[in-house]
């Protein structure tokens, strides 16, 4: 079945500084890539996705790009601030399903000022 | 904003104690999960319904869980008689529909089981 491969955490970055969390793939076909943001005492809300191959998936200053040769979908930001600081999952449907996604394990990242 | 609501945010219990764990929805969506997550572990999915019945389940959504809509408000999930391995942080979602519908989730309920 499809799976997600999250870099490991926590990342603690100084206001501005650039952004970066791997996320890596396996997948049959090329199913919805998605980013999902969980700020404290919050739920997670979906922060960007990408439908296809080759689609860049953006909102709030964040970036990701689906690339299908290195199966990968990383989310980059190029100056974070401390509002930034929370708990970042990649994910991606399981098999045959566009409603059961399965999650990365989750990147807590911290900003500093 | 229409946000997704559960209760408690917190609830302790005795292994073997039935559990129930309260979710609003947002009003107008149509489908309805649990997904759960582990301290430590991945957020996993649990169950998804749809029109007043499940329509798909995960290995671990075995019989010692149900779901219901009770009311036109309220989902919830049932874990008749808990283990200590159902520790962990509940997560309830909805989403509108379409295949690619973009799922909303309430804030968690963390169950720990003694």
């Known amino acids: 079945g499809n799976s997600v491969t999250q870099m490991e955490g926590p990342v603690t970055l100084s206001e501005e500084a650039f952004l970066t969390i791997n996320c890596t793939y396996t997948?049959?076909?090329?199913?919805?890539l998605f980013w999902y943001v969980q700020y404290p005492g919050e739920g997670l809300q979906l922060l960007l996705k990408a439908t296809k191959a080759d689609d860049k998936g953006s909102n709030k200053g964040f970036e990701a790009t689906y690339r299908k040769e290195t199966t990968s979908f990383h989310l980059e930001k190029g100056s974070v601030q401390v509002s930034d600081s929370a708990v970042y999952f990649c994910a991606l449907p399981i098999s045959g399903s566009a409603r059961q996604l399965t999650f990365g394990s989750g990147t807590q990242l911290t900003v500093l000022p | 904003e229409p946000e997704v609501t559960q209760t408690p945010s917190h609830q302790v219990t005795q292994m073997g104690q039935e559990v129930i764990l309260r979710c609003v929805p947002i009003?107008?969506?149509?489908?309805f999960y649990w997904y759960r997550q582990i301290l430590g572990q991945k957020v996993e999915f649990l169950v998804s319904f749809y029109n007043n019945e499940i329509s798909e389940k995960s290995e671990i959504f075995d019989d010692q869980f149900s779901v219901e809509r009770p009311d036109g408000s309220n989902f919830t999930l049932k874990i008749r008689s808990t283990k200590l391995e159902d520790s962990a942080m509940y997560f309830c979602?909805?989403?509108?529909?379409?295949?690619?519908?973009?799922?909303?989730f309430g804030e968690g309920s963390r169950l720990t089981v003694l």
């Open positions: 979602a909805s989403s509108e529909g379409g295949q690619w519908g973009e799922l909303f």
């Open positions: 009003s107008n969506h149509l489908y």
């Open positions: 997948a049959t076909g090329y199913p919805s």
